[in-house]
């Protein structure tokens, strides 16, 4: 455990999985004794199994599908308040042992300090971690965020206006900032 009361290696034990439905989407929720280790977009069947399987190989546990499990209970629980615009920010234990270095670092600025309703630019994002020419590696760690949605890449924007690139694909991200007030609703 780090000073921010999250795991910064591997997971020693089990991974715990469970795919829920949301406004986006069928999510894939895995946490280990740590926390939250991974939310994976568009769960179905065949992203499914390549998510578990890539757990498997990373992490060096075998993932176990427990829909009822007590360390998703309150992931699933604060989900489901961010979709219905009850909850602004996670309170989430997080196993970080999915990202390290340059990711990490840039990952958890994205977590502390841009609130939910709030976008940043790549380029911004690289100077608040001291390394202000890297706005394409700053790209690269939003496309490799095991944990969007609580470590919320999709409000990270092109200095120009432009939405960028999004894992979860552009629509993803458009409803996920009309959801925060960033972008209108569409009206249809």
């Known amino acids: 455990m780090n000073s921010n009361g999250d795991a910064d290696g591997g997971t020693g034990g089990t991974v715990e999985w469970a795919v829920v439905g949301s406004d986006i989407g069928p999510l894939l929720l895995a946490a280990t004794a740590a926390g939250l280790v ?23 546990a075998e993932p176990v599908e427990t829909p009822g499990s007590v360390r998703l209970t309150e992931p699933i629980r604060q989900f489901a308040e961010y979709f219905t615009g009850s909850l602004r920010e996670f309170s989430l234990p997080l196993d970080w042992s ?43 760690a939003m496309g490799s965020n095991p944990l969007p949605v609580v470590v919320p890449c999709h409000r990270v924007v092109e200095s120009d206006g432009g939405l960028g690139g999004f894992g979860g694909g ?3 991200k458009r409803q996920l900032l009309a959801l925060e007030g960033v972008l209108p609703q569409p009206l249809f």
């Not at 568009?42 to 190989?57: M, T």
């Not at 309703?117 to 690269?140: E, K, N």
């Open 98 to 140: 999915l990202t390290s270095g340059f990711n990490r670092q840039v990952l958890r600025e994205l977590a502390a300090g841009v609130p939910y309703g709030t976008v940043v630019g790549y380029g911004d994002l690289a100077r608040r971690v001291g390394q202000p020419g890297a706005a394409q590696a700053v790209g690269a």
């Open 38 to 60: 991974s939310v994976v977009f568009h769960a179905g069947p065949a992203v499914r199994d390549r998510a578990v399987g890539q757990l498997r190989a990373r992490l060096g």
């Open 170 to 172: 552009l629509e993803t």
